[in-house]
């Protein structure tokens, strides 16, 4: 039976390892594609490492992210940091209130698309101690131009992760997506949905993780065969207009509703990090 410390490590190099193998995928899309944008030049990630600011001894994180032909911009960042909350924030953080100190690691990604036909999205998956730990994390689709056959083979890849740890997994956690992705003040869902977990601790550590894998594998599988699907299709400048304009409702869902940009903001994260998210241009109506 492994330590708390030896769990961390694990859950660490998981996270990225996982990274590793999403980039890859990713700049092998760019180096297959054959749309009208091939007389640019195919992406490659760039790295760029980073500590946290108001303490370097207390962890940091690796920023990975490309702007190449098929992705306008993609990022995908791991980070594993640690330290105490603030009292104000303790409060918020299951078992923080007994004690301020945590530890947190995980993968982010979000990638959004030159082509409106492919999809953009949004992916991580996280390991969270305090007194208590648990996994969190979750995979959804953002569409400018919702494809209900893609939307389907998404949901489905993500439904037989589910199957293998919960009967009731996939049908509690992507009501939990579509609750959490939701943007109030437009009243409508951000995106196509997908899962959304998060405080997961069945009370076994092994079992959760294993869970957090196959997450992350269903999307390693799925989403690339939804972007090679689409990207080298044609577009208009109407349908480029509409992509544009959903940027808009997705920059506002996360700098407005996010909880994982106030948690990184409030722990010490790098703000270029957490705002990666952000879309490199978008309109407003």
């Known amino acids: 039976m492994m330590t708390i410390e030896q769990q961390k490590e694990t859950a660490k190099n998981w996270f990225e390892e996982l990274r590793s193998n999403i980039c890859h995928a990713f700049e092998a ?4 594609y054959e749309g009208e944008l091939t007389s640019q030049t195919p992406g490659k990630f760039e790295r760029k490492s980073w500590f946290r600011e108001d303490d370097p001894e207390k962890g940091g994180g690796t920023m990975a992210v490309m702007k190449g032909r098929v992705f306008e911009k993609v990022g995908v960042n791991v980070s594993t940091v640690y330290g105490e ?3 104000e924030f303790a409060a918020q953080i299951p078992g923080a209130d007994k004690d301020p100190r945590f530890w947190a690691s995980g993968v982010s990604l979000v990638a959004h698309m030159h082509n409106p036909h492919a999809p953009a999205v949004h992916m991580n998956t996280r390991h969270i101690v305090t007194t208590r730990g648990w996994f969190g994390g979750g995979a959804d689709l953002n569409s400018a131009l919702p494809n209900e056959a893609d939307t389907a083979e ?4 993500l439904k037989t992760a589910c199957d293998k740890h919960g009967d009731d997994y996939y049908d509690k956690f992507k009501k939990w997506c579509d609750e959490y992705f939701y943007v109030p003040h437009r009243n409508r869902a951000r995106g196509e949905g997908g899962i959304f977990y998060d ?4 009370g ?3 079992d959760d993780f294993a869970y957090t894998q196959d997450v992350g594998r269903a999307f390693l599988d799925i989403y690339p065969k939804l972007v090679r699907k689409h990207m080298n299709e044609e577009w208009t400048d109407a349908e480029r207009e ?5 940027r808009g409702l997705y920059a506002e869902f996360n700098l407005v509703y996010d909880r994982g940009t106030a948690f990184g903001l409030k722990t010490g994260g790098n703000v270029e990090a957490i705002l990666m998210s952000l879309p490199p241009h978008a309109k407003w109506k």
């Open 29 to 32: 899309i760019e180096n297959d």
């Open 85 to 87: 909350f603030s009292p």
């Open 154 to 157: 998404f949901h489905g890849a």
């Open 199 to 202: 405080q997961l601790n069945t």
């Open 204 to 206: 076994s550590w092994d």
């Open 242 to 246: 509409e992509l544009l304009y959903y």
